[in-house]
């Protein structure tokens, strides 16, 4: 069985920061990506930031130069630092994961942490 477990969401004011994590915790041989999306209210979920084992990013438009994921792979972790955050900001922020359980190359999935709460308001 495989857990993503986040932390660090919260109340920040306009123009503030806050930083996210995750670790992946479980069966897991290899993670492949990993990365966060998020939902606001009445929206459908969204990518946000992704990063490859091998260290290729993804970013959507809308974080360009605000946000910054960053990995650690021995830990099995995945970092966001949110700089500028704005009120469009806000928004559940869940952590995900593509990850092989084992050796076998058809034993992988893809696994969602519970999310965790942005909020941007002053």
């Known amino acids: 069985q495989v857990q993503l477990v986040e932390s660090g969401g919260g109340l920040v004011q306009p123009g503030g920061s806050l930083r996210l994590s995750c670790a992946a915790s479980?069966?897991?041989?290899?993670?492949?990506?990993m990365g966060w999306y998020r939902q606001a209210p009445g929206k459908q979920r969204e990518l946000v930031a992704t990063?490859?084992?091998?260290?290729?990013?993804e970013y959507a438009d809308s974080v360009k130069g605000r946000f910054t994921i960053s990995r650690d792979n021995a830990k099995n972790s995945v970092y966001l630092q949110m700089n500028s955050l704005q009120p469009e900001d806000t928004a559940v922020y869940y952590c995900?994961?593509?990850?092989?359980?084992?050796?076998?190359?058809?034993?992988?999935?893809?696994?969602w942490g519970q999310g965790t709460q942005v909020t941007v308001s002053s």
């Open positions: 479980g069966s897991i041989f290899h993670i492949v990506s």
């Open positions: 990063k490859t084992s091998g260290g290729s990013t």
């Open positions: 995900y994961g593509r990850l092989y359980r084992t050796t076998t190359t058809t034993d992988w999935g893809d696994y």
